[in-house]
Nanobody
Framework: QMQLVASGGGLVQPGGSLRLSCVAP????????VGWFRQAPGKEREGVSC????????HYAESVKGRFTISRDNAKNTVYLQMNSLKPEDTAVYYC???????????????????WGQGTQVTVSS
């Protein structure tokens, strides 16, 4: 069973930055698509970004384009989400997930992913 651990959340002021990390301690993530999702109170789960093992292809939700960057550090078996210029509307629990399928493309639909981390809280407030 693939287990993922998300970390790096916290409280930050508007305009600030955070970097979230996603690791799968017993698995190698670079063969799989990894996605970041978020869910705010009263809202549905939203796909934020994903990265595919196919040429490192990435996708972003329109609401975060130009502010968030997804990346891999394969030596550390870690996927990051760098979040800059944070806004109060970015406040949510952020989850990382992987499909667990070799060499697949990625998308921003939660139904595409089979394994999930526990989530980390991001709060953007002054």
């Amino acid at each position: 069973q693939m287990q993922l651990v998300a970390s790096g959340g916290g409280l930050v002021q508007p305009g600030g930055s955070l970097r979230l990390s996603c690791v799968a301690p017993r698995w190698t993530l670079d063969r799989y698509s990894v996605g970041w999702f978020r869910q705010a109170p009263g809202k549905e789960r939203e796909g934020v970004s994903c990265v595919s093992p196919i040429d490192g292809d990435t996708h972003y939700a329109e609401s975060v384009k130009g502010r968030f960057t997804i990346s891999r550090d394969n030596a550390k078996n870690t996927v990051y989400l760098q979040m800059n210029s944070l806004k109060p509307e970015d406040t949510a629990v952020y989850y990382c997930a992987t499909d667990g399928v070799y060499g697949s493309s990625c998308g921003l639909g939660a139904y595409e992913y089979n394994y999930w981390g526990q989530g980390t809280q991001v709060t953007v407030s002054s």
